[in-house]
Nanobody
Framework: QVQLVESGGGLVQAGGSLRLSCAAS????????MGWFRQAPGKEREFVAA???????RYGDSVKGRFTISRDNAKNTVALQMNSLKPEDTAVYYC?????????????????WGQGTQVTVSS
């Protein structure tokens, strides 16, 4: 019963920045982790970043040092600041939420998903 809506995607040149946002509504008290995954055409969905409701974060190897995840528990929002974007970052980015006990980077641990927002990085 958690609904997630992403925003902020778009087209940028390599080296540029975008900030994605995700707003959660519904039974948000059930959430433990909130995270971001991405999927490029013809590829598997890939873990990008996640944050718990304390301060702990985790990032996929391909985005470490470039992306930063943050959250506002009171407003049930999560953001992904993406800097130094590369063409290989081009994908549909999905916001996801997981219940207590989830594995951070495991796709099947997340039971609520947004519809995705397109990020395209030109070379």
């Amino acid at each position: 019963q958690v609904q997630l809506v992403e925003s902020g995607g778009g087209l940028v040149q390599a080296g540029g920045s975008l900030r994605l946002s995700c707003a959660a509504s519904g039974r948000t008290f059930r959430m433990n982790l909130m995270g971001w995954f991405r999927q490029a055409p013809g590829k598997e969905r890939e873990f990008v970043a996640a944050i718990d409701w304390g301060t702990t974060t985790r990032y996929g190897d391909s985005v470490k040092g470039r992306f930063t995840i943050s959250r506002d528990n009171a407003k049930n929002t999560v953001a992904l600041q993406m800097n130094s974007l590369k063409p290989e970052d081009t994908a549909v980015y999905y916001c996801a939420a997981a219940l207590y006990g989830a594995t951070w980077a495991a796709l099947n641990s997340y039971n609520s998903w947004g519809q995705g927002t397109q990020v395209t990085v030109s070379s």
